[in-house]
């Protein structure tokens, strides 16, 4: 079993940055792929970016590449969404996921974090 818990959301204007945070807990936390996907108002939850347990390989939706970074740090079970020139189009809730395989983790992960709102005005 994993527990997630994200952080870091908020309100930024377009063209700003935010980090969000999720930590994770359980004895085996440091072993799982984790990500995040998101989901905007009225539409479906879309896969955003993944990173092995290792760090040494990651995946990004062609809507943020270039301007997303997933990143993770072992020692305190945190991954890390550094996101840059934010658009309007990228408010959503984000949710942190886990899962044994990193390839699972990019289409149905099998833990998922309470999510974190991204509103980005125009």
């Known amino acids: 079993q994993v527990q997630l818990v994200e952080s870091g959301g908020g309100l930024v204007q377009a063209g700003g940055s935010l980090r969000l945070s999720c930590a994770a807990s359980?004895?085996?936390?440091?072993?799982?792929?984790m990500g995040w996907f998101r989901q905007a108002p009225g539409k479906e939850r879309e896969f955003v970016a993944t990173?092995?347990?290792?760090?040494?390989?990651?995946y990004y939706a062609d809507s943020v590449k270039g301007r997303f970074t997933i990143s993770r740090d072992n020692a305190k079970n945190t991954v890390y969404l550094q996101m840059n020139s934010l658009k309007p189009e990228d408010t959503a809730v984000y949710y942190c996921?886990?899962?044994?395989?990193?390839?699972?983790?990019?289409?149905?992960?099998?833990?998922w974090g309470q999510g974190t709102q991204v509103t980005v005005s125009s």
């Open positions: 996921n886990a899962d044994m395989s990193l390839i699972i983790a990019k289409m149905r992960p099998t833990y």
């Open positions: 359980g004895r085996t936390a440091s072993s799982y792929a």
């Open positions: 990173i092995s347990w290792n760090g040494g390989t990651i």
